[in-house]
């Protein structure tokens, strides 16, 4: 495969679908993106449309790295995206709320962020949380969504791993989200 030039507004945008599992044109304002970006990313077989879904009642076109995008994340941008399979699609509330948190974070913050799938490797003895950054402070933040589909024992188990490995945290539940 060959290195494909990426532009830092593309490079942000493959780090958001990487991070948090999918793009939509609600968070354009935070990554400021141009459709000719999108649009480039598709044509290089990086990124596929998916037609509009239902997120929190709002129908929404998304955004999905392809496989060739996710080979491109893991070789150029070195992480392993939190969805390593393309069409994991079955969370779209919980991968929202999940892109609304790291909007809110500051290029710097960002930087530090490190995905579920890294942070199984990191710390394969346990449930982890679906990401960890470092805060301005330098305080360890874990960010975990919840969903309904969870147990009670999934629950405690990132619970567990916020209360040892994190100084603070970022806990939302879907189900709290009119």
């Not at 913050?109 to 799938?117: F, H, L, Y």
């Not at 309904?148 to 879907?174: A, L, P």
Request: proline share 2%; with cysteine; hydrophobic share 35%.
């Amino acid at each position: 495969m060959n290195q494909l030039s990426i532009s830092e507004r593309a490079r942000d945008l493959l780090y958001f679908i990487a991070r948090t599992g999918f793009y939509c044109e609600h968070f354009n304002k935070s990554i400021n993106v141009s459709d000719f970006t999108i649009t480039k990313l598709i044509n290089n077989g990086v990124l596929e449309y998916k037609n509009p879904m239902l997120i929190f009642g709002k129908m929404m076109g998304v955004y999905i790295l392809s496989k060739s995008g996710i080979k491109t994340v893991k070789k150029q941008l070195l992480i392993r995206p939190y969805k390593p399979s393309v069409g994991g699609l079955n969370q779209l509330e919980h991968d929202f709320i999940l892109g609304k948190v790291y909007e809110r974070l500051n290029k710097v913050e960002r930087d530090t962020w490190i995905t579920e799938t890294d942070l199984a490797i990191l710390y394969p003895e346990g449930t982890v949380v679906d990401g960890l950054y470092t805060n301005m402070n330098g305080n360890k933040v874990g960010v975990e969504i919840l969903t309904n589909t969870y147990s009670k024992s999934i629950i405690e188990g990132k619970m567990k791993f916020i209360d040892k490995y994190c100084d603070k945290k970022i806990v939302v539940n879907t189900t709290d989200i009119k």
